[in-house]
């Protein structure tokens, strides 16, 4: 069973800086795509940013130059920093690996209000 162990959501003001983790197995990190999805409120889920296991990175418009993923192979955790976060930044992000098909977490919380 794959299990992807997600930490690090919470509220945060606008503005303000947050860490996501994600944490895999050896097998999955080394092997598979990681990334970050988010969904808001009535709205579909969407890939915020993704990094291969060569380290090749894709973001969403909305959020480059704010975010950066990155993953620690000493670790097999991959994390996403999120700056200077808005409102709309608000949703519920997942932490997913793909090959194919795909693993997902169980999603963290990340609320961005004054």
């Known amino acids: 069973q794959v299990q992807l162990v997600e930490s690090g959501g919470g509220l945060v003001q606008p503005g303000g800086s947050l860490r996501l983790s994600c944490a895999a197995s050896e097998r999955i990190f080394s092997n598979y795509r990681m990334g970050w999805y988010r969904q808001a409120p009535g709205k579909q889920r969407e890939l915020v940013a993704s990094i291969t296991n060569g380290g090749t990175t894709a973001y969403a418009d909305s959020v480059k130059g704010r975010f950066t993923i990155s993953r620690d192979k000493v670790e097999n955790t991959v994390y996403l920093q999120m700056n200077s976060l808005k409102a709309e930044d608000k949703a519920v992000y997942y932490c997913?690996?793909?090959?194919?098909?795909?693993?997902w977490g169980q999603g963290t919380q990340v609320t961005v209000s004054s």
């Open positions: 997913v690996a793909q090959r194919g098909g795909a693993y």
